[in-house]
């Protein structure tokens, strides 16, 4: 008997089936997922990923925070002062100069802000961040970190991945493959994006050559933050009817393929998707906070940037209560390029230092104020450092040679400062570290070896490190 399929003239694929029938089921689930037909891939593993797994010893911490300074600020106006730019400004600079992106190399440019110096530490913060600055005796500043790449998305997709090329998993992918999640209604990898898609676009949060399951979920700016999170079918028993039938399906397509992993997989992002419905509604529902929280995390102020930032600083620490593994925020939209100031260095880093400081300070308080500072690791970074000579007269060139990040939460040795850069802060001598290096702690501080967490893939083991990485054991408590 011949094949139904063979009468019509364009057969329904499962593919069209799924896109007509599961409209309500939840854009997280299905727009990348189907979009780039990672339903038959070859070498994936461990689909589900829904539970947690075992580490390789104690975890310090259970869940990160990751605050993404996209566009690269600067690190000899933010937490690396440096008095020879004082003495020397406006003359020409002192050390040989790498080729930059622009090559449109200035004088030697003396940061517009005053230092001082915080806590019990006396660690020097930039009079742009008067609100983190309060919290200086619990954050490890690293001043000697490097990036191998001095482009935007190239230095993103480094920073995000631990390669400098499209295609790999993301950082949060990798900690939701190696750890599962703690959350069975919410998904472990989550960005919260402010308006601003980084340079490298979505693929700085991809899932790579790991199981769909594991790709980073975009909640934006808006209200619903998630495309499709409302059901469009008439009753809740009707959209639970087609996730069935879908299931299904599924099953059938995985005893008769042999990459069953993958299905396992599309399988858990509908069902993830379908709880979703009722978990997102409720996380994102900041009324239930009071008007002191909502004022201390600046969701009240005149700024916009303030507004957002501080709202997603919100989320992120409602995140970690309900088990999110890794949360990642992303710059607001606030009407200019990121803190990527190649012109008008003094206007712009202050617009940025404005939107993000004030959050930042109330989440790292509020995190020790309800018992989760100890059990978060917080990550506050971009993909590189800025020149400390101009670009033009005010504006400052990418620096990928020396920059500074700063760590807090469990497991780090507050009130440290490592590593250091020359006297204009232009490049790291000593305790040089490297975006491996970063990676390489924050999954220590997870309870994972980064040696010994991989992926088959093409042959080969792959990992977030590559043949890379030493843990930062000087910034550890």
């Not at 007509?20 to 037909?37: E, V």
């Not at 660690?123 to 001095?150: G, N, Y």
């Not at 590593?419 to 040089?432: F, H, L, R, S, V």
């Given at each position: 008997?011949?094949?139904?399929?063979?009468?019509?003239?364009?057969?329904?694929?499962?593919?069209?089936?799924?896109?007509?029938?599961?409209?309500?089921?939840?854009?997280?689930?299905?727009?990348?997922?189907?979009?780039?037909?990672?339903?038959?891939?070859?070498?994936?593993?461990?689909?589900?990923?829904?539970?947690?797994?075992?580490?390789?010893?104690?975890?310090?911490?259970?869940?990160?925070?990751?605050?993404?300074?996209?566009?690269?600020?600067?690190?000899?106006?933010?937490?690396?002062?440096?008095?020879?730019?004082?003495?020397?400004?406006?003359?020409?600079?002192?050390?040989?100069?790498?080729?930059?992106?622009?090559?449109?190399?200035?004088?030697?440019?003396?940061?517009?802000?005053?230092?001082?110096?915080?806590?019990?530490?006396?660690?020097?913060?930039?009079?742009?961040?008067?609100?983190?600055?309060?919290?200086?005796?619990?954050?490890?500043?690293?001043?000697?970190?490097?990036?191998?790449?001095?482009e935007h998305t190239n230095a993103n997709f480094f920073l995000h991945t631990g390669?400098?090329?499209?295609?790999?998993?993301?950082?949060?992918?990798?900690?939701?493959?190696?750890?599962?999640?703690?959350?069975?209604?919410?998904?472990?990898?989550?960005?919260?994006?402010?308006?601003?898609?980084?340079?490298?676009?979505?693929?700085?949060?991809?899932?790579?050559?790991?199981?769909?399951?594991?790709?980073?979920?975009?909640?934006?700016?808006?209200?619903?933050?998630?495309?499709?999170?409302?059901?469009?079918?008439?009753?809740?028993?009707?959209?639970?009817?087609?996730?069935?039938?879908?299931?299904?399906?599924?099953?059938?397509?995985?005893?008769?393929?042999?990459?069953?992993?993958?299905?396992?997989?599309?399988?858990?992002?509908?069902?993830?998707?379908?709880?979703?419905?009722?978990?997102?509604?409720?996380?994102?529902?900041?009324?239930?906070?009071?008007?002191?929280t909502r004022r201390l995390y600046g969701m009240e102020a005149k700024s916009k940037?303030?507004?957002?930032?501080?709202?997603?600083?919100?989320?992120?620490?409602?995140?970690?209560?309900?088990?999110?593994?890794?949360?990642?925020?992303?710059?607001?939209?606030?009407?200019?390029?990121?803190?990527?100031?190649?012109?008008?260095?003094?206007?712009?880093?202050?617009?940025?230092?404005?939107?993000?400081?004030?959050?930042?300070?109330?989440?790292?308080?509020?995190?020790?104020?309800?018992?989760l500072f100890n059990e978060t690791l917080i990550v506050w970074s971009g993909e590189?450092?800025?020149?400390?000579?101009?670009?033009?007269?005010?504006?400052?060139?990418?620096?990928?040679?020396?920059?500074?990040?700063?760590?807090?939460?469990?497991?780090?040795?507050?009130?440290?400062?490592?590593?250091?850069?020359?006297?204009?802060?232009?490049?790291?001598?000593?305790?040089?570290?490297?975006?491996?290096?970063?990676?390489?702690?924050?999954?220590?501080?997870?309870?994972?070896?980064?040696?010994?967490?991989?992926?088959?893939?093409?042959?080969?083991?792959?990992?977030?490190?590559?043949?890379?990485?030493?843990?930062?054991?000087?910034?550890?408590?």
């Amino acid at each position: 008997m011949a094949h139904c399929g063979s009468f019509i003239p364009h057969p329904t694929t499962r593919r069209e089936m799924l896109r007509t029938s599961a409209n309500g089921f939840g854009a997280l689930a299905l727009s990348s997922l189907l979009a780039k037909d990672q339903l038959l891939a070859t070498e994936e593993q461990g689909a589900s990923g829904r539970t947690n797994r075992k580490t390789h010893f104690p975890p310090k911490v259970k869940n990160v925070i990751y605050l993404y300074m996209d566009g690269g600020p600067s690190q000899v106006d933010s937490w690396d002062p440096k008095t020879r730019l004082v003495s020397e400004h406006g003359k020409p600079f002192g050390m040989k100069i790498e080729p930059t992106q622009f090559n449109n190399i200035g004088t030697t440019f003396a940061s517009p802000w005053k230092f001082q110096n915080y806590g019990e530490s006396g660690i020097p913060v930039s009079e742009l961040f008067p609100h983190i600055a309060k919290h200086v005796d619990d954050l490890a500043v690293v001043r000697s970190m490097t990036s191998a790449f001095s482009e935007h998305t190239n230095a993103n997709f480094f920073l995000h991945t631990g390669t400098g090329f499209q295609g790999r998993p993301s950082m949060g992918a990798w900690i939701g493959y190696g750890l599962g999640s703690e959350a069975e209604d919410l998904p472990a990898f989550v960005v919260l994006n402010g308006g601003l898609i980084p340079s490298g676009g979505l693929d700085n949060f991809n899932n790579g050559f790991l199981p769909a399951t594991y790709q980073g979920s975009i909640l934006g700016p808006g209200d619903p933050p998630v495309a499709y999170i409302q059901r469009s079918e008439a009753t809740a028993a009707l959209q639970k009817n087609k996730l069935s039938l879908l299931n299904k399906l599924d099953r059938r397509a995985a005893d008769a393929r042999k990459g069953a992993d993958q299905i396992e997989s599309a399988i858990a992002n509908y069902e993830l998707a379908y709880r979703m419905q009722s978990a997102i509604p409720d996380l994102t529902d900041l009324n239930q906070e009071s008007q002191e929280t909502r004022r201390l995390y600046g969701m009240e102020a005149k700024s916009k940037g303030t507004a957002t930032f501080g709202k997603q600083c919100l989320l992120a620490r409602r995140m970690v209560e309900r088990g999110v593994r890794f949360v990642e925020l992303t710059c607001p939209g606030i009407g200019h390029d990121r803190w990527d100031q190649h012109v008008n260095l003094k206007q712009g880093h202050a617009d940025n230092a404005r939107a993000i400081d004030q959050p930042i300070g109330a989440l790292l308080s509020d995190l020790k104020h309800r018992g989760l500072f100890n059990e978060t690791l917080i990550v506050w970074s971009g993909e590189f450092g800025r020149t400390p000579f101009a670009q033009g007269s005010n504006g400052r060139d990418h620096n990928p040679f020396g920059f500074s990040l700063w760590m807090a939460g469990g497991g780090i040795k507050g009130g440290t400062v490592h590593g250091q850069t020359d006297e204009y802060g232009y490049k790291a001598i000593e305790n040089k570290q490297e975006i491996h290096d970063l990676h390489a702690t924050m999954l220590h501080l997870l309870g994972m070896d980064h040696t010994r967490m991989t992926f088959r893939f093409s042959g080969r083991d792959m990992r977030l490190t590559d043949v890379h990485g030493h843990v930062i054991h000087e910034i550890l408590a």
